[in-house]
Each structure stands twice: as structure tokens, then as C-alpha cells.
């Protein structure tokens, strides 16, 4: 009976939430969208698109394998693919997918908050890590091919490029020392260390990941 009830409920807000975007979108404007990715088109669209499910899926059952948790790859893609359609039909809701995705998972698998708040961290920062990859070198080729009026566009996306690179360098050099961060940071906002305890064991865990010495990290980040 549960299972029934929670299916139902699903199937309503499933159809609640296509009904809006048809009210918002239009009929017309979504058959030329169809029309237009009909064929080879939507074929490719639609691989694309299921890779970055799967390799999202993957990062995260890694990352919870790492701190000891061996989830089905199935139960986190229903959770995953239920977050990636919150954020796609909502993207200035960006935070409430990422919200839903932290509290689903710790619902489904009754997992500690503190365990769950540490993956979902990690998975950002091994996320962050190769998205920098592809900025610099996505960076550099437009610089290389483009007019001088847009290089001057491409210099600004190259300086934000740059402050998201210091910012890792920073936490890899300390992560690599062992060094807390969270303590220069609650020292210089004057907030009492002591206090903050469980947020300086998040960053240890962390740390234990992003160790260079341990395949662990290379392999997240391959």
C-alpha cells in the first residue's frame, strides 16, 4: 500500500510538473523543440545526456564507497535523476536540487548527516577540479581564436578562471600538509574554534580523500 501511495504521488507531480512547463513553455514551442532534435539529433542529445547521468552516478557511488557506504547504483540514480530534473526544470533553483539530493539520500539510506554532508562536499571539489581542467583549456583556445573585442570578454572569464584555480591550489597545498583551513577561517571572523568541532572533522574527512599519496583521489579525479 505504501509503494502504491508513494508512485501515486510521484505520477502527480510528475504530471503536475509537465503541465506547468507546457503552460510556461507552450505546445508550439515544445513540438519545434522536437521536431528540431527529431532523428540523429535526438539520438545524440539524448546519449550525451544519459553519460552525464551515468558518470554523475557513478562520482557519487564512489565518493560514498570511499567513506565506507556501497550504494546500488539504481538507488542513487532514482535519487540523482529525481535532483537533475528539479534543477533542469527549475535552474534558478539551482540549490534546492542539491538540497533535495542531500536529504533524499540521507533519508533513503539513514545516513549520518555529518558522513553524507562529507561526500556530497568531496564530489564538489573533485567536480570543481576537472571542470577548471576544460575552463583553462577552453579558456586559452578562445583567446587563441577570437577577434580583439572579445578577447577583452575572454580576459575577464580568464581572471574568474584564474581566482577558482588559486582557490583549489590553496586547498590541495593544504589539504596535502594537513593543514585546517576552517581554522584561519573561524580565527579571522573571531569564531571560537571549540565550538565548530564537527565541522573541523567534515574538513579531516575531506582531507583524508584529497591525499596525493593515496590512489584513492586520482581515481575520483579520473
Not at 502527480?12 to 509537465?18: E, R, S, T, Y
Not at 539551482?94 to 558522513?115: C, T
Not at 583556445?141 to 570578454?153: E, G, I, P, Q, R
Not at 596535502?176 to 571572523?189: Q, Y
Request: proline share 1%.
Amino acid at each position: 500500500m505504501k509503494k502504491v501511495l508513494v508512485f501515486l504521488f510521484s505520477f502527480v507531480i510528475g504530471l503536475g510538473l509537465f503541465f506547468l512547463v507546457v503552460e510556461r513553455v507552450g505546445w508550439e514551442e515544445i513540438k519545434e523543440t522536437l521536431f528540431a532534435f527529431s532523428g540523429w539529433k535526438g539520438i545524440a542529445i539524448l546519449g550525451i545526456t544519459l553519460l552525464i547521468w551515468l558518470v554523475g552516478i557513478w562520482k557519487y557511488k564512489f565518493v560514498y564507497k570511499s567513506q565506507g557506504y556501497n550504494f546500488s547504483v539504481w538507488s542513487l540514480g532514482e535519487i540523482l535523476f529525481a535532483s537533475f530534473t528539479i534543477a533542469y526544470l527549475f535552474p534558478t533553483t539551482y540549490f534546492g536540487g542539491e538540497v533535495f539530493k542531500f536529504y533524499a539520500i540521507k533519508k533513503k539510506f539513514s545516513l549520518p548527516w555529518k558522513k553524507n554532508l562529507t561526500a556530497i562536499a568531496i564530489e564538489k571539489l573533485v567536480s570543481l577540479s576537472i571542470l577548471l581542467l576544460f575552463l583553462v583549456v577552453g579558456a586559452v583556445s578562445f583567446l587563441l581564436l577570437s577577434n580583439s573585442l572579445l578577447k577583452n570578454f575572454g580576459i575577464m572569464v580568464l581572471v574568474l578562471i584564474g581566482g577558482l584555480a588559486i582557490g583549489l591550489t590553496i586547498f590541495y597545498f593544504k589539504s596535502f600538509k594537513k593543514e585546517s583551513i576552517l581554522k584561519w577561517f573561524f580565527r579571522f571572523f573571531g569564531i571560537e574554534n571549540k565550538k565548530n568541532h564537527l565541522v573541523g572533522d567534515i574538513e579531516k574527512e575531506i582531507f583524508l580523500f584529497f591525499d596525493f599519496r593515496k590512489i584513492l583521489m586520482w581515481k575520483g579525479l579520473g
